[in-house]
């Protein structure tokens, strides 16, 4: 079976593709990965062993250069994201049997378009459950296109979020259908979706209640390979008690971003424990180069977060659940996006505790620290740790195996 998985985004949205190519080669499968051309994430493909295939602009500068909440330049991305998928995606699963997308919306109505140009069988997944349409929630809303907020039914939302997406990216998308001889949709998004999208999310984190969508759910895609800790992590680890961990992962903080880590290092030292600072794309760095303060780079969360205190971060669905996975209390600091449902959900659940503010000073920081690492969330922490799955990612992979001739 040949399969390519086309991915655009932040980590969150590469790195679960890389767990589904491992499971997919295990059985045989001939993988091709379509990512953004960042350097990082090259390199993740490659250690993996999975095929990659640059596809559009890198992800990093944009991300810490564009404005919180700006739609400047949105239809033009939106555009040459669309138009990759027509291109370098179409080409690459040329003769595949299945083509699995995610990202926003561009690349996966794009992807689904490319899917039915080839003949081959379209799978959508999210690694979060907010973007599905439900009763039970409201849209996350779209770039420069507030809700108003003085609706309250959230299927009235859904409707208007389907003809906000209809009006931002339907004529770009079915200007290229046209141009690739294929019929106009009507329906941007649940063109995207189909009547049958996959979460790729774990159930105890984030369970899907029953709806009117058929929602497959996997678990979460995990790679199976666990990194080596750099030396100067294992010999900081090995100096002294468990520090407690401090990383923002791809999320930008601009100007903010050295008051954060200084906030957070106080309120570490506030409690009486060591501390790791991890650069991220936010680029965070220690305050002082004291001996119980390390700042790293690049680092392997599952090799790490088993021997730290607790885990002090932005909220992603991804250390939300390696954290969870781990045993280890949170902290978690939502920025913006979904951050703040893995925050309810973890908070929810008894191993977090939300900081409900996105810029923490030492104080409340030191503050939702000392009750993350009271007794009662470190004991549910460890419950839970052991309901959390690690197969998701094989589950989707038999699933693909199982039905890619339909």
Not at 361 to 372: E, F, K, P
Request: proline share 9%.
């Amino acid at each position: 079976m040949r399969v390519v998985l086309s991915a655009y985004g932040a980590r969150g949205s590469v790195e679960p593709m890389a767990g589904l190519a491992v499971r997919l080669r295990e059985r045989g499968a001939e993988v091709r990965v379509c990512a953004p051309p960042d350097e990082e994430f090259t390199e993740l493909l490659a250690a993996a062993g999975v095929a990659s295939v640059p596809v559009g602009a890198p992800v990093r500068p944009l991300v810490t250069t564009v404005k919180p909440g700006s739609a400047e330049g949105l239809a033009q991305r939106a555009a040459d994201l669309m138009a990759a998928q027509f291109g370098a995606v179409a080409e690459a699963a040329e003769g595949c049997d299945v083509l699995v997308a995610t990202g926003p919306l561009p690349v996966t109505t794009g992807a689904r378009s490319v899917a039915e140009l080839l003949g081959v069988r379209y799978v959508y997944v999210t690694h979060t459950p907010v973007v599905l349409p439900a009763p039970h929630q409201p849209p996350p809303g779209r770039r420069g296109r507030p809700l108003p907020p003085e609706v309250k039914d959230n299927d009235e939302l859904w409707a208007l979020d389907a003809r906000l997406a209809d009006d931002m990216f339907g004529g770009t998308l079915n200007g290229l259908r046209a141009s690739a001889g294929l019929p106009p949709v009507s329906d941007v998004r649940d063109h995207a979706f189909t009547g049958r999208p996959w979460l790729a999310a774990d159930p105890v984190l984030s369970p899907w209640p029953p709806t009117g969508l058929d929602v497959v759910t996997t678990g979460a895609w995990l790679r199976p390979d666990v990194g080596r800790l750099p030396a100067e992590v294992a010999a900081f680890l090995a100096a002294g008690a468990p520090p407690v961990y401090v990383g923002f992962g791809s999320t930008p903080l601009g100007t903010r971003a050295p008051g954060i880590a200084r906030a957070a290092v106080e309120a570490v030292r506030d409690r009486g424990h060591r501390v790791i600072v991890a650069r991220g794309w936010a680029g965070l760095d220690a305050p002082d180069a004291g001996d119980d303060c390390l700042t790293v780079g690049e680092v392997d969360h599952r090799a790490l977060f088993g021997r730290v205190a607790a885990v002090v971060h932005h909220g992603s669905a991804g250390t939300t659940t390696t954290a969870a996975r781990a045993g280890v209390p949170q902290v978690i600091v939502p920025q913006g996006g979904d951050q703040p449902y893995w925050a309810g959900r973890a908070t929810a659940l008894g191993i977090a505790v939300t900081h409900d503010a996105p810029t923490p000073t030492s104080g409340t920081l030191a503050d939702a620290l000392a009750r993350a690492l009271r007794p009662d969330v470190r004991s549910r922490a460890r419950a839970v740790r052991g309901t959390v799955r690690d197969d998701g990612a094989s589950v989707a992979a038999r699933l693909l195996y199982e039905t890619a001739g339909r």
